[in-house]
């Protein structure tokens, strides 16, 4: 573990058009297990975790609209739906941070107060294309034939006075410290594109919009409000206010491959137009595909992770999340592949592997065993937490798997339940190996599977050590 006095970790906050997928909860558990992690290495009290809910913009006040209810109610009532359900995940943000909440509006107009006065702000007027989906404009590069390359809709061509942020002239400052590694992009395909990107040269960008009642006003220009975007990004510097202490900068913001240029680009220079340090690191993440297909509304393919949750429970769906993908890279997600990996990996693996070995400890042991922890072990979780580090948590899992087994190889092969019968002795030290390996699992599961890992530690570490209830019950 790498020394630390903290570790300041967020997620890109969910716009509020539409309920919480998969795909929103692939990021906020890689997240979890990530401030789990350091929380464990590094003490709770020096860890903070944020998440929470972008409300603003048109997008948003025609979603009401539609809907039928007062603004303030729709957003209040759809934020709640993305706290429920990572609250059904058991991710536990140190706060869920709302654009709509005070101390966030008077945070972004402070911020940009200050951005004015150190001379990056001008006024101007701007003709693009935008889209009303992304509540983006797009340049003639990055939309070929006028069209979204998220929505894959007919942009609109806009011509509207705004006030701008000189990004192209910050923008000269963000290469050389992604060079330098003072601001790291991972992975490095993802740092060559944002490289790419400022080697073309990027156009100073609109910081607000006229006619959209539903955001934050400028402080000097009631007639415009701050551009949802900036008005998302700033969250970060609001959530890293914790009482007296101040987190920022953060250690690692994890994002979608999707907004990776504006947490790249634009937030940065944001940040340098106002005299704050960068972001440590930016983590940019692939895209949950079903049966190869980008999850969307219009196709019908979004998964709803509460139904998972509902059937297999909260660990099982945090164990595929991260099991199955490589975190950086896209990858297909399904319920076939949540319901493979419960029936074989969870109950069959590791799930009758506790309820086995604990029922011949009582049986032959009266339940009462010595743990003995296996010195290899120690190189091992050393290396797991390398992995965790590095984002690549599906190779972490696998490395735990390892463990599993050979837990359940030793006792396939030296038939505990006959031995137990002949050398009592060798029985014994066999099974205490076994129940060592099972805590060193379980304590490696934490930030993973958490519920589980506490049942197996309970299990195990028991001054009498009882059969295990099911830790994978059968689905039907």
Not at 39 to 48: F, L, Q
Not at 117 to 123: C, R, V
Not at 368 to 380: A, G, H, L, P
Request: aromatic share 10%; proline share 4%.
């Amino acid at each position: 573990m790498k020394n630390t006095d903290k570790f300041y970790i967020t997620t890109a906050i969910d716009y509020i058009n539409a309920k919480p997928h998969i795909g929103h909860a692939y990021e906020k558990v890689a997240s979890d297990v990530l401030a789990r992690h350091y929380a464990a290495n590094i003490g709770r009290d020096k860890v903070r975790f944020l998440t929470g809910t972008d409300e603003h913009g048109a997008k948003i006040a025609k979603a009401a609209e539609t809907d039928g209810r007062p603004l303030e109610d729709f957003a209040r009532e759809t934020a709640a739906k993305f706290s429920f359900a990572w609250d059904q995940l058991n991710i536990e943000p140190d706060r869920f941070i709302r654009t709509t909440d005070a101390d966030h509006i008077a945070t972004v107009q402070s911020l940009l107060v200050t951005i004015k006065e150190n001379g990056f702000l001008y006024e101007g007027e701007y003709e693009g294309l935008y889209c009303t989906a992304c509540e983006t404009f797009y340049t003639e590069t990055d939309a070929t034939d006028h069209i979204c390359p998220i929505h894959k809709t007919v942009l609109e061509l806009l011509k509207e006075k705004n006030w701008f942020l000189k990004v192209n002239e910050l923008s000269q400052q963000i290469k050389p410290k992604i060079a330098s590694g003072e601001f790291v992009i991972w992975p490095i395909s993802a740092a060559h594109e944002i490289t790419s990107w400022l080697n073309q040269g990027f156009k100073d960008i609109a910081i607000s919009r006229p006619n959209v009642k539903w955001g934050i006003p400028l402080p000097w220009d009631k007639d415009q409000t701050v551009y949802v975007w900036v008005d998302a990004l700033i969250n970060y510097i609001t959530g890293a206010k914790d009482g007296d202490k101040n987190w920022w900068p953060a250690n690692v913001h994890v994002v979608g491959k999707d907004i990776a240029k504006f947490h790249c680009i634009i937030w940065p220079a944001i940040l340098l137009a106002a005299g704050l340090e960068l972001p440590k690191q930016v983590v940019v993440h692939g895209y949950l595909t079903i049966g190869g297909q980008k999850m969307s509304k219009s196709v019908g393919n979004v998964i709803d992770p509460n139904d998972w949750v509902a059937k297999y429970g909260a660990d099982a769906v945090r164990y595929l999340l991260m099991r199955e993908v490589a975190f950086g890279q896209d990858g297909d997600v399904s319920e076939e592949k949540l319901r493979t990996r419960y029936t074989g990996e969870l109950a069959n693996g590791l799930g009758n592997l506790v309820s086995r070995i604990t029922t011949l400890v009582e049986n032959y042991l009266g339940g009462e065993v010595v743990v003995d922890t296996i010195d290899e072990q120690n190189s091992e979780s050393n290396e797991i937490h390398t992995l965790i580090q590095q984002f690549a948590f599906h190779d972490a899992l696998a490395k735990i798997w390892v463990w599993v087994a050979w837990a359940n190889k030793t006792v396939d092969e030296k038939k505990l339940w006959e031995l137990a019968k002949t050398d009592l002795e060798d029985f014994r030290k066999t099974a205490a190996g076994i129940l060592g390996a099972l805590e060193i699992i379980a304590k490696e599961l934490r930030p993973f599977m958490p519920e589980t890992a506490e049942k197996i530690l309970i299990a195990v570490t028991a001054k009498k050590i009882t059969k295990a209830e099911p830790l994978f019950p059968r689905i039907g």
